[in-house]
Structures are given as C-alpha cells and as structure tokens.
Nanobody, 124 residues
C-alpha cells in the first residue's frame, strides 16, 4: 500500500524558491518510480518531473528544465522537488505520484498512486 503526502507548498515571489516533499507511509517506496505533476486552474494536469526507483534516472518537462531538481531518499521514503527561479506560470497544485515500476515515466496514466496535492503560488 502506498500513501503519499505532499508538503512544502506556499506563496513565493517570482524568482524565489520552494522545496516540495512527498512522504510515503507505505512499505515498498524503494520499488516505485516517482513523479511530480501540476495542475493550474482551468488546465489539465501536466507532467513536471520523474525519477526512477534508484534515483539514477531523472526526467523534466521542458518548462522546468534547469530550474527544478527532483531527488529521492529511499531510506526516508521521501521524494523532493527543489524549485528555483520560480515564475508566475508555475502557480498550480503540485501532486506527487508513484508508479509500480522501477522506470520513471512522464505519462500521467501510468501512475498508480497519487497524493492530495500542495498549492504553489508565485506572485509577480
């Protein structure tokens, strides 16, 4: 069983930084690849970043490449999203998700488990 809880969202000015965390209370965290997605008001949920079970492979949407960094600590059963140089267009609810394979995926439909989301608001 995987239970994901996000934290770290908030209000930040453009150019600022936030670090999102996603903790899994389940017992098989290390067997799952993890992803971050976001959904802005009136828009579809979109891929942000993903990381393989080992943390060796990472993937980013073009819109966040060079600004966001995904990482994981399997001992702490936590995945992180470090977000730097934030822009107003990064404003969204951010969701972490787990897929029961070891390879990371950018495809929303591949993910089996989802957190409840955390709001990120970037003011201009």
């Amino acid at each position: 069983q995987v239970q994901l809880v996000e934290s770290g969202g908030g209000l930040v000015q453009a150019g600022g930084s936030l670090r999102l965390s996603c903790a899994d209370s389940g017992r098989t965290f290390g067997s799952y690849a993890m992803g971050w997605f976001r959904q802005a008001p009136g828009k579809r949920r979109e891929f942000v970043s993903a990381i393989s079970w080992s943390g060796v492979s990472t993937f980013y949407a073009d819109s966040v490449k060079g600004r966001f960094t995904i990482s994981r600590d399997n001992a702490k059963k936590t995945v992180y999203l470090q977000m730097n140089s934030l822009k107003p267009e990064d404003t969204a609810v951010y969701y972490c998700a787990a897929v029961s394979t070891r390879d990371a995926s950018p495809n929303l439909g591949d993910y089996d488990y989802w957190g409840q989301g955390t709001q990120v608001t970037v003011s201009s």
